[in-house]
């Protein structure tokens, strides 16, 4: 049985920074990849980073030179680094995995994370 448990996440100023971790048990980290979405009120859920098993990554514009995604395969653990954070960048945070290569698409992870609420205060 697959199991993703996200730690991290809170309150903090605009500008400063968070770290986020999610931890898979029950698959087999070679064959997928992990990405972090989010989703705010109103909205829907985008993707915010993802990393193939190889360690390649994607990230959406808005955060491009601010978060940095990354994994330990021994761990077994994905992390996202977001610094410079700005109040738009509130949501819910959501780990996901899904075989093979990163997708922008929400409906093609077939693992979710619990979320954990992630709020940049102005």
């Known amino acids: 049985q697959v199991h993703l448990v996200q730690f991290g996440g809170g309150l903090v100023q605009a500008g400063g920074s968070l770290n986020l971790s999610c931890a898979a048990s029950g698959l087999k980290v070679t064959k997928y990849a992990m990405g972090w979405f989010r989703q705010a009120p109103g909205k829907e859920r985008e993707l915010v980073a993802a990393?193939?098993?190889?360690?390649?990554?994607v990230y959406t514009d808005s955060v491009k030179g601010r978060f940095t995604i990354s994994r330990d395969n021994a761990k077994i653990t994905v992390y996202l680094q977001m610094n410079s954070l700005k109040p738009e960048d509130t949501a819910v945070y959501y780990c996901a995995a899904k075989r093979y290569s990163p997708d922008y698409v929400y409906g093609r992870y077939e693992y979710w994370g619990q979320g954990t609420q992630v709020t940049v205060s102005s």
């Open positions: 990393v193939s098993s190889g360690g390649s990554t």
